[in-house]
């Protein structure tokens, strides 16, 4: 049967690429996005679009009747750069919109929640090298914070009310097709787009900081095979580990520099660098791929083809 579905936060950067690429599957008006705001035109004006701010359950409760909702995906939350600037505004966000999306399950007015989580869990104290699905967590950021006990109340709400929700621990997202906002892995996206203008890069991490990353079109096409996926076959119900690549900013302006030889970078940490630190390196994924099928596609070569490529087209047009 075909999902009718609502994503909250669609105008974002990964909730416009689950919108197009479903919207592709499922059908147009099968697909209804919404945001606070009209944030990203393109995607408002391609199909139907809502007005909600993702903390009021009555105006997500009128969509969801109005448009038959029965799957929500809840990509809005406030990343973890922008959360050290306003600790409130980014727990009430992002602790509010999933209440809202869990208690509208729990009393059956939708049946699947897709609810991303974030590497953020993971803290000071977590092993950083091939960080296991079970492990010490302990958040030192707002958003990771948020994050970790997100996780804890799905799969409460999973034990206790049987709600059907899903979730994966997103790694750094690289894309071409949407400016980044707010967060510590974003030094990966804004490295290309100066490299396209020929500009040197400034990155506010330092040269050797590995974080585990991956390119858009993996993490849209997890999201849809974990939401597909047989409800049997899953063991995790707080969030999947979800990996592809593990790189630094040094060895992104190498593979950049096979394509510009001239490109240049140079190192001003700021407090990024701080979170990034307690991030993991590298993230064992073994239980999604076991569980779910899970298969990355793109490595930094493909990406870094990828990007310049088609950033470079964006400029030509
Ligand atoms: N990309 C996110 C951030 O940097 C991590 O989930 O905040």
Not at 62 to 85: F, Q, R
Request: with cysteine.
């Amino acid at each position: 049967m075909t999902p009718k579905v609502l994503i909250i936060g669609a105008c974002g950067q990964i909730g416009s690429e689950l919108a197009y690429k479903l919207r592709a599957q499922h059908g147009i008006d099968n697909v209804i996005a919404s945001d606070i705001n009209e944030g990203n035109l393109e995607l408002v004006n391609s199909g139907p679009f809502e007005i909600i701010d993702a903390k009021d359950l009555e105006a997500l409760k009128i969509c969801v009747a109005k448009h038959n909702i029965d799957t929500i995906y809840l990509m809005a939350a406030m990343l973890s750069a922008t959360g050290e600037k306003f600790p409130e505004i980014a727990w009430d966000l992002n602790m509010n919109s999933l209440f809202n999306v869990l208690n509208l399950a729990k009393d059956k007015f939708i049946n699947k929640i897709f609810w991303p989580s974030s590497i953020a869990v993971f803290g000071p104290s977590t092993p950083t090298v091939n960080t296991p699905q079970h492990t010490i967590m302990e958040p030192t950021t707002v958003y990771g914070i948020t994050k970790q006990v997100g996780e804890r109340w799905c799969e409460y709400y999973h034990e206790k009310y049987g709600v059907d929700v899903r979730s994966i621990r997103y790694p750094g997202v690289i894309t071409w097709k949407t400016l980044p906002g707010g967060g510590t892995t974003d030094y990966a996206i804004d490295i290309f787009h100066k490299a396209i203008a020929n500009e040197n890069f400034e990155c506010f991490l330092d040269e050797d900081t590995e974080l585990p990353m991956m390119f858009m079109e993996d993490a849209v096409a997890a999201t849809i095979n974990l939401m597909e996926a047989n409800a049997d076959t899953l063991t995790i119900r707080s969030s999947y580990n979800l990996a592809a690549v593990s790189f630094t900013p040094k060895q992104v302006a190498d593979a950049i520099r096979n394509h510009f030889p001239d490109f240049t970078i140079t190192y001003k940490p700021d407090f990024r660098q701080e979170i990034a630190n307690t991030w993991p390196k590298s993230i064992d994924d073994s239980q999604a791929r076991i569980d779910w099928n899970w298969n990355h596609s793109y490595d930094l070569k493909q990406m870094t083809s990828e990007m310049l490529t088609q950033l470079g087209k964006q400029t030509v047009s």
